[in-house]
């Protein structure tokens, strides 16, 4: 029995097909061949267009069945997501709009509008934090910069929602997915609706709400066809990138957590209490297994400038060459250089707004560059020690309010697949690491199993999922990484 997970990122679109009998996924793709584009019509803005990714996520489809597997098996459909982009269409699902992603900052100075028009605790009170540059904010600049465009709205969507709707032609989003929106209600355990009266927006676009492991929607039938796949498919499972990481590495319940570091940066612990920072440097939304009897909320603190400074490094260093140096190049040259790269320093923060700076405009920056000394082994390795010093930084935060732990569990992806990233960040963080061999589209092919009732625990749906290492921090080198850090983040101090 198949089921097949989509992962909608803001680099590529992988998907998977799992044997749900075995806990083994059997098939796997990823679209397009090259890094999906990120439109930026003015400084600080960041748009994709949402039939791309329909178009991307049907290629890939197709390129799963050329490689024999039988299509029609497929059971259930689960899709994951790149969190807090806003998907706006009309009646017929037509897209009004190129969708504003979760890295867009236009939004972030109304979020901030509003929190101080209402007050810190009547946001916190219900969704746990500011609007922030989160999606009702951007919701709201619509409203206010392309009236026009905001009288055609029938749907307001996350970009997992508008695949799941191009899919079964039912437009829908989830609880978890209004959580991210800052658009739930913790206190009331619904829509936000006072939210949406604050900040003047239509009770309306709002799509039908629906569990995040349910019988969602079947497949229109002239899909099903085009595609090669059953007309019974059903979307059982959607959830955003950051909780679907978290399911793929069984991280569900309280004191676990969870990390990654693709284009973004991530930590996520899984907690029982609402839990808020009183100054918005990390997030809480709802786990992908929160119920009413059952709290589950996740706290996320998120670096947004994390793989794509390494992507950028990568093309920067490739620069007049006829193809783009290798990522496992990048690591090599990291490894030639010590801890604390001779004195530079890489600040990861280049990326929009960050949140651990309360939404604040930040720059990217290296410091202490010297043209005798230092090489581009020298950037590379500062650059890894950066985004960890980010990620740690955020983490004291996390827990300060009780939101952390020493044991961390990450796929063998992306930075940790570097072995320099996972030396800085066990010492760094002072954690035991557990990697493992798995990813977003089988996180969310293992929901979609789940949430169709093949599996009867989320622990049973975990079966097949393998461990490959633990690292653990080496007392020869916790004390010196907690130094370099400490000199590192004097610096930033003014962002804070």
Not at 34 to 45: L, N, T
Not at 142 to 160: K, T, W, Y
Not at 232 to 238: F, Q, S
Request: proline fraction near 3%.
């Amino acid at each position: 029995m198949y089921f097949l997970g989509i992962d909608l990122g803001s680099s590529s679109i992988k998907l998977a097909v799992l044997d749900a009998n075995t806990g083994k996924s059997v098939a796997s793709s990823s679209v397009p061949d090259q890094e999906m584009r990120i439109d930026a019509p003015q400084s600080g803005w960041a748009e994709q267009h949402p039939e791309k990714w329909w178009e991307y996520t049907c290629n890939g489809i197709k390129k799963l069945g050329n490689q024999g597997i039988d299509l029609k098996q497929i059971k259930a459909i689960g899709i994951s997501y790149q969190m807090h982009g806003l998907v706006l269409t009309d009646k017929d699902l037509n897209v009004l709009r190129p969708s504003i992603i979760w890295c867009d900052s236009r939004a972030a100075s109304i979020g901030e509008k509003y929190y101080q028009e209402k007050g810190a605790s009547f946001f916190q009170d219900r969704v746990l934090q500011s609007p922030g540059n989160f999606t009702a904010s951007k919701l709201k600049w619509v409203q206010e910069n392309e009236p026009q465009l905001f009288d055609q709205i029938a749907h307001m969507m996350l970009p997992g929602d508008y695949l799941a709707a191009k899919f079964s032609g039912v437009a829908q989003t989830s609880k978890s997915g209004l959580s991210e929106a800052a658009l739930w209600d913790f206190k009331k355990n619904a829509l936000a609706e006072e939210v949406l009266e604050a900040l003047d927006l239509p009770r309306a676009v709002i799509p039908e709400i629906v569990a995040n492991f349910s019988h969602q929607a079947t497949i229109a039938p002239k899909i099903a066809e085009a595609l090669g796949l059953s007309k019974n498919v059903e979307i059982t499972y959607r959830a955003g990138d950051q909780p679907n990481n978290a399911l793929a590495l069984n991280v569900n319940k309280p004191g676990e957590i969870a990390t990654t570091a693709g284009t973004s940066a991530v930590i996520y612990s899984v907690t029982d209490q609402d839990a808020f920072d009183a100054k918005n440097r990390i997030n809480t939304f709802l786990h992908v297994n929160n119920t009413e009897a059952q709290k589950r909320n996740g706290v996320l603190l998120c670096i947004n400038g994390s793989g794509i400074l390494y992507q950028w490094l990568r093309k920067m260093l490739s620069t007049g060459k006829d193809e783009l140096l290798s990522y496992d190049f990048l690591n090599a040259q990291a490894a030639k250089v010590g801890p604390g790269s001779d004195g530079l320093h890489f600040y990861p923060f280049g990326n929009g707004v960050e949140r651990i700076f309360n939404n604040k405009k930040s720059f990217s920056g290296l410091q202490n560059l010297d043209f005798n000394r230092h090489a581009a082994t020298h950037m590379v390795r500062a650059a890894c020690e950066g985004i960890v010093y980010a990620m740690n930084y955020g983490f004291e935060v996390m827990q300060q309010i009780g939101a952390g732990g020493t044991s961390v569990k990450a796929t063998k992806a992306n930075l940790f697949l570097s072995p320099v990233f996972r030396e800085i960040f066990v010492n760094t963080t002072q954690t035991s690491l557990e990697l493992y061999e798995t990813n977003g589209a089988e996180g969310a092919a293992r929901g979609a199993a789940y949430g169709y009732g093949f599996y009867k625990s989320l622990d049973e749906a975990a079966q097949g999922l393998e461990l490959l290492s633990t690292q653990e921090p080496q007392s020869a080198l916790k004390e010196h990484y907690t130094n370099l850090y400490q000199t590192w983040k004097k610096n930033i101090q003014i962002l804070d």
